[in-house]
């Protein structure tokens, strides 16, 4: 679910609670909010605890392949 986080829309939030068979819509909507310069809110990570070195794994590449040309990518995880 795409959200704008300010009334002008600058930011917008992309929701996903995770659970069963979201792994792999969490990957995709991340590499989207990366390209987008949107935030990506994972809800529920207790759910995907066996996953988490993935996003980790992921989130790294994301991490260290930035460079000023880029546009920032931002993400919220909320743990129970």
């Known amino acids: 679910m795409r959200r704008s986080l300010t009334d002008d829309a600058v930011y917008t939030c992309v929701k996903v609670a995770m659970g069963q068979g979201q792994a792999e819509v969490a990957m995709q909507l991340l590499q989207e909010c990366a390209t987008n310069g949107e935030w990506l809110c994972l809800k529920n990570l207790h759910l995907v605890t066996a996953w ?3 996003l ?3 989130g790294r590449q994301y991490l260290f392949s930035w460079d000023a040309d880029s ?3 931002r993400m919220m995880v909320l743990i129970r």
């Open 52 to 54: 988490l070195p993935t």
């Open 56 to 58: 980790e794994k992921v």
């Open 71 to 73: 546009t920032v990518m």
